[in-house]
């Protein structure tokens, strides 16, 4: 736990939020800028700045309970699909550095909010991205 980190406050219940779940290892919030109705964060309570951080045990649990959110809010709110996002690093946007993953419901006939011009995989990139990271695995 961070005093100086916002969602370590709200993850351990110091700061009020609109708490959707919470057990022992996370607290899933209502965004305060969602991008649609229904956005969510999860939230672990200890604090990872990013995905790099965050250790395996507790990585190994943010897919089973995004799939139980997604499950609940599709029901609960009547959304036709889901962006689940996680950005790292101010150059990917993130602004809060405490690990969290988006849920953002996505509506029929709602504005695309998770999107990108498509450019070209050319032959280089292809050779030379698939050496360079497959060298670091
Ligand atoms: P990111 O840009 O991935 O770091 O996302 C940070 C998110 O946290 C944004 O969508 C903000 O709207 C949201 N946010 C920031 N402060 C709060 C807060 N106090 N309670 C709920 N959501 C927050
Ligand atoms: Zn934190």
Redesign the pocket.
């Known amino acids: 736990m961070r005093d100086d980190c916002?969602?370590c406050k709200?993850a351990a219940g110091q700061?009020p939020?609109?708490t959707l779940y919470e057990d022992g290892n996370f607290r899933v919030?209502?965004?305060?800028?969602?991008?649609a109705r229904g956005?969510a964060?999860i939230l672990p309570k200890a604090h990872y700045a990013d995905l790099s951080e965050i250790d395996d045990d507790t990585a190994g649990k943010v897919l089973p309970l995004a799939k139980k959110m997604v499950s609940a809010m599709t029901k609960a709110l009547g959304c036709a699909g889901m962006n689940l996002?996680?950005?790292n690093g101010e150059a990917?946007?993130?602004?809060?550095?405490h690990f969290?993953m988006?849920i953002i419901p996505r509506y029929a006939n709602g504005p695309k909010m998770v999107s990108w011009e498509p450019g070209e995989l050319t032959e280089t990139d292809k050779a030379s991205i698939v050496e360079a990271v497959r060298a670091e695995l």
Do not use: C, K, M
């Open positions: 916002i969602f709200i700061i939020s609109a919030i209502l965004d305060l800028g969602p991008a956005h964060l996002v996680q950005n990917a946007g993130q602004t809060v550095r969290h988006h």
